[in-house]
């Protein structure tokens, strides 16, 4: 099973990840790299991501990330 | 706002594509964006193929070709349409009516009705209800509905919001009354006040075309669109669906007494596969039983989608079955729409290639 940090790295390959806090205000993820993201975490984790939960704010950083899969049923 | 209409059904289906078919893996190239990252969105949102018009072909030519083959075919008799009821939002002219135009081309009867409706994604299941209600009038047997876009007119070639899921299309959907006791749930609901996140800002007389209005704008992410052109907020349309359509196909399922498990199929409006499957997942409906392949074939042709579906995945079994089918759609407005209805044992289910 891959990281988030490891999936975030496959889809945005230039960006470090790990030395941002707010990947949106950063300008490291669109709305479409959400949209492949939660793509990712949803077979990485065997769940899905509710639709509602699609939103910038719960994509900002590593911890908002994680939060949103634990709610979506992922065990980290 | 909740409907029921009794003795009512939809008898045939066809669906008009052009026969000019785009490929997302050559139009990438036009994007300022990495073919990798276009690449994955292929993969998640299912875009593949679509079909768009040649330049100057216009909503009225794919309606008429459509009418045209059901008269070869005998499948319909032009003094038979008692109201010819078009759903678009790419008239071909302000006025007069396209659906004027259509049956001025066509021939057909002065004692009929026709009209326009301005309505988008939801337009289809709106184009039934307002069948349905004419054919309350003893003087109506026989309703044409046209669904028709040609919104790949209006989208910026490199704006990749939106250009790489615009198709263009038509559906001739043939409505009358039913012998049997049939009876048929619809829902309707409007909400002007976003109604900016699916625009044309320019083009009307609130803002005119112009010079001006026809220059390409960095709108962000790499994108370049001018105000002739359409607009989608993409986040807000995709929470808009995520929140309002459920609900919707809840209560009207709960209204009309009948389970989840009891529907064959949920037709759903076709904007991308991503979409169509978080939908399915929330009202935890398999993927067999609410198709999301219409956007990889065809493209998103606004309200043709959903009589595209039917054409599509369902064209020989429509002929010979009948099934508990939802429909659903929701856009522009914005405004979202379901009904539930017995589906069925059509006369025709076709899809033509307009050349």
């Given at each position: 099973?891959?990281?988030?940090?490891?999936?975030?790295?496959?889809?945005?390959?230039?960006?470090?990840?790990?030395?941002?806090?707010?990947?949106?205000?950063?300008?490291?993820?669109?709305?479409?790299?959400?949209?492949?993201?939660?793509?990712?975490?949803?077979?990485?984790?065997?769940?899905?991501?509710?639709?509602?939960?699609?939103?910038?704010?719960?994509?900002?950083?590593?911890?908002?990330?994680?939060?949103?899969?634990?709610?979506?049923?992922?065990?980290? | 706002?909740?409907?029921?209409?009794?003795?009512?059904?939809?008898?045939?289906?066809?669906?008009?594509?052009?026969?000019?078919?785009?490929?997302?893996?050559?139009?990438?190239?036009?994007?300022?964006?990495?073919?990798?990252?276009?690449?994955?969105?292929?993969?998640?949102?299912?875009?593949?193929?679509?079909?768009?018009?040649?330049?100057?072909?216009?909503?009225?030519?794919?309606?008429?070709?459509?009418?045209?083959?059901?008269?070869?075919?005998?499948?319909?008799?032009?003094?038979?349409?008692?109201?010819?009821?078009?759903?678009?939002?790419?008239?071909?002219?302000?006025?007069?009516?396209?659906?004027?135009?259509?049956?001025?081309?066509?021939?057909?009867?002065?004692?009929?009705?026709?009209?326009?409706?301005?309505?988008?994604?939801?337009?289809?299941?709106?184009?039934?209800?307002?069948?349905?209600?004419?054919?309350?009038?003893?003087?109506?047997?026989?309703?044409?509905?046209?669904?028709?876009?040609?919104?790949?007119?209006?989208?910026?070639?490199?704006?990749?919001?939106?250009?790489?899921?615009?198709?263009?299309?038509?559906?001739?959907?043939?409505?009358?009354?039913?012998?049997?006791?049939?009876?048929?749930?619809?829902?309707?609901?409007?909400?002007?006040?976003?109604?900016?996140?699916?625009?044309?800002?320019?083009?009307?007389?609130?803002?005119?075309?112009?010079?001006?209005?026809?220059?390409?704008?960095?709108?962000?992410?790499?994108?370049?669109?001018?105000?002739?052109?359409?607009?989608?907020?993409?986040?807000?349309?995709?929470?808009?669906?995520?929140?309002?359509?459920?609900?919707?196909?809840?209560?009207?399922?709960?209204?009309?007494?009948?389970?989840?498990?009891?529907?064959?199929?949920?037709?759903?409006?076709?904007?991308?596969?991503?979409?169509?499957?978080?939908?399915?997942?929330?009202?935890?409906?398999?993927?067999?039983?609410?198709?999301?392949?219409?956007?990889?074939?065809?493209?998103?042709?606004?309200?043709?989608?959903?009589?595209?579906v039917m054409a599509y995945n369902l064209r020989e079994r429509l002929l010979r079955e009948q099934f508990q089918v939802c429909l659903a759609g929701f856009?522009?407005?914005?405004?979202?729409?379901?009904?539930?209805?017995?589906?069925?044992?059509?006369?025709?289910?076709?899809?033509?290639?307009?050349?």
């Amino acid at each position: 099973m891959k990281s988030v940090i490891e999936i975030l790295k496959e889809i945005r390959p230039e960006f470090d990840f790990a030395a941002s806090s707010d990947f949106i205000a950063d300008g490291m993820l669109d709305s479409f790299d959400m949209v492949t993201l939660v793509s990712a975490l949803d077979k990485n984790w065997g769940i899905s991501i509710q639709g509602t939960d699609i939103v910038p704010e719960n994509f900002q950083n590593l911890q908002t990330i994680e939060a949103l899969l634990r709610k979506n049923g992922a065990r980290l | 706002m909740n409907f029921t209409f009794r003795r009512k059904r939809i008898s045939g289906v066809l669906v008009v594509v052009p026969a000019n078919e785009r490929s997302f893996a050559e139009e990438m190239r036009n994007f300022n964006f990495p073919e990798s990252r276009s690449l994955k969105l292929k993969e998640v949102m299912g875009y593949d193929k679509r079909r768009v018009v040649e330049p100057g072909v216009c909503v009225s030519d794919l309606a008429v070709f459509g009418l045209e083959r059901l008269f070869e075919q005998k499948l319909l008799k032009r003094e038979e349409i008692d109201a010819l009821l078009l759903v678009t939002q790419t008239a071909d002219h302000f006025m007069p009516a396209t659906s004027s135009l259509i049956q001025g081309r066509l021939g057909l009867k002065q004692d009929m009705l026709c009209l326009d409706i301005n309505q988008a994604c939801a337009g289809f299941v709106i184009g039934l209800m307002q069948a349905f209600m004419l054919l309350e009038q003893e003087s109506v047997n026989k309703v044409v509905l046209v669904n028709a876009d040609v919104l790949s007119r209006k989208a910026s070639p490199k704006d990749r919001n939106i250009y790489p899921l615009i198709g263009d299309g038509a559906s001739i959907t043939i409505v009358e009354r039913d012998v049997a006791d049939s009876v048929i749930h619809a829902s309707v609901k409007m909400d002007g006040s976003r109604a900016s996140a699916l625009t044309i800002p320019a083009g009307g007389l609130r803002l005119p075309s112009s010079p001006e209005t026809a220059r390409l704008e960095d709108v962000g992410d790499n994108n370049l669109r001018a105000k002739d052109h359409v607009f989608m907020d993409g986040s807000a349309i995709f929470n808009f669906v995520q929140t309002e359509v459920p609900p919707l196909i809840k209560d009207l399922l709960a209204r009309a007494g009948v389970a989840f498990e009891e529907v064959d199929y949920f037709l759903c409006h076709q904007p991308n596969r991503f979409m169509l499957e978080k939908l399915a997942d929330k009202m935890k409906v398999p993927y067999a039983r609410m198709p999301n392949n219409v956007v990889e074939h065809f493209g998103n042709s606004g309200s043709v989608t959903i009589p595209t579906v039917m054409a599509y995945n369902l064209r020989e079994r429509l002929l010979r079955e009948q099934f508990q089918v939802c429909l659903a759609g929701f856009g522009g407005g914005l405004a979202w729409s379901a009904m539930l209805l017995t589906l069925g044992k059509l006369a025709f289910n076709q899809i033509k290639e307009y050349k």
